[in-house]
DNA sequence: AAGACGAAAGTGGTTGA
DNA sequence: TCAACAACTTTCGTCTT
């Protein structure tokens, strides 16, 4: 179990918040973001090997796809029915254990390689519970329709959770799967593309406040300039300003404005290496902000003097 | 000297004929 | 299947603080 924290190391704060979906301790004095990286230490208790697998095998076990074959198990017979059966029957039984084996352990080797993967990954990035569970279920469905053919294992279980991430609106960039998974950006986005599309997946375009409370928090910012960049994404996506440009550009400028603003100025590249986009497309989301938005005078405020021209 | 700004050329993906 | 296109990146020169 991930250690409990009592006090914000920031502000020494007691006003914690753990949302779980999120995987994340907010500090609600300063916004700080403590624990999004907590790691999952519980154990494998499953016996994945075929044969003692029966023995440790327990009613009342939670049903669940992180496991590779959902927590139930089906065997073609026990041992002990042989001793009733006669000779045919016998061997009928022989063949149908033999082929049930066959399809079985070609899956769930795959299953229990992939899953383990999985965790690994999921853990590093700190995902909560239910995506990695949601993930699980992407993978097996995939796995199921055979589309994990001519591709590695490796890509479709980074697909598999970029896609739960986006639908649990926890989103993750391309490159933060891409680091965690060693798989190539390109790579997860193509498998993530085609898995979604074969499995009828519906995925809602990510928002870019989604990624703020993160940005934020890996930058320092104040509590206030947080709900300030939301602000202005929200002005932002009501002037249309939002559509077809990548979400974590938009993210990084709204950010990037809103900490000027505060006076918690934060050069573009820091901005842009956290939000993992560049310089040059923060300063285009940014110019469309202050046009469209009109945030000159509040710059201002928080800067001593800073002309724009447009 | 570092950061901000902008122009130009290149990349990968989407779309429409 | 190919070409046009938009978004984003890379690179680099210039201006500002």
Request: proline content about 3%; hydrophobic content about 35%.
């Amino acid at each position: 179990m991930p250690e409990l924290v009592k006090k914000c190391p920031e502000c020494g704060g007691i006003n914690l918040f753990w949302n779980r979906e999120r995987g994340e301790v907010i500090c609600k004095d300063c916004g700080l973001v403590i624990e999004d990286k907590m790691v999952d230490f519980s154990q494998e208790w499953r016996e994945f090997d075929s044969d003692d697998g029966a023995k440790k095998r327990r009613s009342g076990a939670p049903m669940t796809y992180t496991q590779y074959d959902q927590g139930l198990g089906t065997e073609v017979g026990q041992k002990a029915d042989l001793f009733r059966l006669g000779g045919k029957e016998r061997n009928k039984f022989f063949r149908l254990r033999k082929w049930q084996y066959r399809i079985s352990t070609a899956i769930e080797r795959n299953l229990k390689l992939a899953l383990a993967e999985l965790k690994r990954v999921s853990s590093y990035l700190k995902l909560p519970k239910s995506v990695e569970e949601e993930s699980a279920r992407i993978y097996t469905l995939a796995v199921q329709r055979g589309l994990v053919r001519g591709r590695s294992m490796e890509s479709v279980v980074a697909g598999a959770l970029y896609a739960a991430c986006r639908r649990h609106e926890v989103p993750r960039t391309l490159d933060e799967l891409s680091e965690a998974s060693g798989i190539e950006k390109k790579e997860i986005g193509r498998t993530y593309r085609f898995v979604t599309r074969e499995l009828g997946i519906t995925i809602l375009p990510s928002n870019p406040s989604d990624y703020i409370a993160r940005f934020a928090s890996a930058l320092k910012l104040s509590a206030e300039t947080q709900s300030r960049s939301i602000e202005i994404l929200e002005k932002a996506q009501k002037a249309e300003l939002t559509s077809g440009r990548g979400p974590t550009g938009i993210a990084a400028a709204a950010l990037y404005v809103a900490a000027l603003m505060h006076g918690e100025k934060r050069t573009q590249r820091e901005v842009a290496d956290v939000a993992g986009v560049t310089e040059v497309t923060i300063r285009n989301r940014y110019k469309e902000l202050l046009y469209e938005l009109k945030l000159d005078k509040e710059i201002k405020k928080g800067k001593k003097k800073k002309r724009v021209k447009k």
